[in-house]
């Protein structure tokens, strides 16, 4: 239940990121702004984006920053695939633990210690079945500029990675189609520009809204060789005027054209007696 995008532009040297701030808490049954942002700095040129289980993520995160503190200027590629080996370790003991754990069973004992086969069938099967179903229910986006310019990475259950870059950008979360789909709309492109970038991005967040457990603040951020900087929510104030403009155009020979319509509904004053 959220919105995060990346999208690459300034012919693919620059990145722009955004998410909304809304946090689900299942067990209180209640969805809050959160006054953490949805965007983690890797590094100096490197953010990763996540949506759903916020807990799950953090543990995810969290060993992905330890690999990538023992590396020596680590490509945008290797830190998304050391995040997504975190990712699936995560998954293991989670499954380990939920699924495994309760019928005394250990992960590499089961199926790299035999008991799989020394189980009756119908059991080890409905075990088996178990994990491979388990669902950590999170996305990761991985968004970074190294030498080789700007790359765009998905990391989904049950730990697979993908990489967008030959599409230029990425949704993950709820309101993911609304996204896509206002930035299929916008053109963008790895050479538009990196202003037009930012509007076409908070455009595809506005729109992710319509979708159920989008919250209605924004982050953005900017990626460059040089850095990675927050875009001030000053300019964020400046795009929400420039936003409804584009939406919703004044056109006042629009206005009247529809005005004119030669419309002739009947019985449109009479009431019933």
Not at 173 to 201: C, D, K, M, P
Not at 212 to 220: D, F, H, I, K, N
């Amino acid at each position: 239940m959220t919105i995060c995008i990346a999208a690459t532009c300034h012919d693919g040297q620059a990145i722009v990121v955004a998410s909304d701030k809304m946090l689900t808490a299942p067990f209180l049954t209640v969805e809050f702004d959160h006054q953490d942002a949805k965007i983690d700095v890797i590094n100096d040129h490197c953010v990763a984006l996540s949506a759903g289980d916020a807990l799950c993520v953090q543990d995810v995160l969290a060993g992905g920053w330890g690999a990538a503190s023992q590396l020596q200027n680590p490509t945008t590629e290797l830190l998304a695939e050391q995040i997504k080996k975190q990712f699936s370790e995560v998954r293991k003991k989670r499954v380990s633990d939920l699924v495994l754990a309760t019928r005394n069973l250990d992960f590499d004992e089961f199926y790299h210690g035999g008991m799989i086969s020394r189980l009756p069938p119908e059991l080890a099967m409905l075990i088996d079945s178990e994990v491979q179903r388990y669902n950590l229910n999170s996305s990761i986006i991985v968004a970074g500029v190294d030498p080789s310019g700007a790359h765009i990475f998905g990391i989904e259950d049950p730990g697979t990675i993908a990489c967008f870059d030959r599409l230029g950008y990425h949704a993950i979360g709820s309101g993911y189609r609304h996204a896509l789909l206002r930035l299929v709309a916008e053109r963008q492109h790895v050479t538009t520009s990196i202003n037009e970038t930012v509007f076409n991005v908070f455009c595809a967040k506005k729109a992710a809204e319509l979708a159920p457990g989008v919250g209605l603040a924004t982050s953005m951020h900017l990626v460059t060789r040089a850095g990675n900087q927050s875009i001030e929510q000053s300019v964020l104030d400046e795009l929400g005027p420039i936003y409804e403009k584009r939406m919703r155009p004044h056109l006042p020979e629009l206005e009247q054209a529809i005005a004119a319509l030669q419309l002739k509904p009947e019985n449109l004053d009479e009431t019933d007696d």
